[in-house]
């Protein structure tokens, strides 16, 4: 069972366009973090979440957590092609520090 | 280099051979996370481990599988008898004592296992 499911797996889109991508459960989460993966590296962290309803925002990026602490997004405003990469949410639950599960993950691709 | 440290990068090891992974987390990180990444699958939590304990190994296979982390030296993952299925990225994470309940990790940069 996938706990966490991420939407789109795949987005390829223009320079210059804006772009969200959904992370959804019907588990409850105690934090959620997003990482991005570069092909043959390992994830880095982006950002944690952990307050229902909590806005953060990196530069270009925004991330939300859920009211209810079972989904997020991130949106990422004036896309570059820098931004091309594998993005993946992972959810923390109870005292599990660092059993995250993660979701498959979004490929996202922006062209010049 | 300060961050989590993995070796070998890539090794490729034929059906029956044993395969061992090593990671070196941050420093002044004593909690040490194993995930592997399947092609065409997200990362999957394997174990959890502490100097010389092993915390929490409910994501590890039930067989050929074993981690340790001793008091010296690097944590490894030891995969016997490899079978294709093995085939993946490992990844290492790390974490500080005393970490609140944020789940922030430090991943190294993977192990890719090969399996002929």
């Known amino acids: 069972t996938q706990l966490l499911e991420q939407s789109p797996q795949f987005l390829s889109i223009q320079e210059g366009e804006n772009l969200t991508v959904y992370c959804n459960s019907s588990?409850?989460?105690?934090?959620l973090q997003w990482y991005r993966q570069e092909p043959g590296e390992g994830p880095v962290l982006l950002v944690t979440?952990?307050?229902?309803?909590e806005v953060k925002k990196l530069k270009r990026l925004t991330f939300q957590f859920g009211d209810a602490r079972k989904d997020s997004s991130l949106h990422i405003t004036a896309a570059q092609p820098g931004d091309t990469g594998l993005y993946l949410c992972?959810?923390?639950?109870?005292?599990?520090?660092?059993?995250?599960?993660f979701g498959q993950g979004t490929i996202l691709t922006v062209h010049p | 280099n300060a961050g989590v440290m993995q070796n070998p990068r890539h090794l490729v090891r034929r059906r029956g051979q044993e395969a061992r992974l090593r990671c070196s987390p941050m420093?002044?990180?004593?909690?040490v996370y194993w995930y592997r990444q399947l092609p065409e699958e997200g990362l999957k939590f394997m174990v959890y481990?502490?100097?010389?304990?092993?915390?929490?190994e409910s994501g590890m296979p039930k067989e050929r599988f074993s981690a340790e982390f001793p008091k010296e030296g690097p944590s490894i993952l030891r995969i016997q008898q490899v079978v294709r299925g093995d085939s993946a990225a490992y990844f290492c994470?790390?974490?500080?004592?005393?970490?609140?309940?944020?789940?922030?990790?430090?991943f190294g940069e993977g192990s890719r296992l090969t399996v002929l």
């Open positions: 420093k002044g990180h004593s909690h």
């Open positions: 481990l502490q100097k010389e304990n092993i915390i929490d």
């Open positions: 994470a790390s974490s500080p004592q005393g970490l609140p309940n944020t789940g922030e990790l430090f």
């Open positions: 992972a959810g923390s639950r109870g005292t599990s520090y660092g059993k995250l599960t």
């Open positions: 979440v952990v307050t229902g309803g």
């Open positions: 588990s409850v989460f105690s934090s």
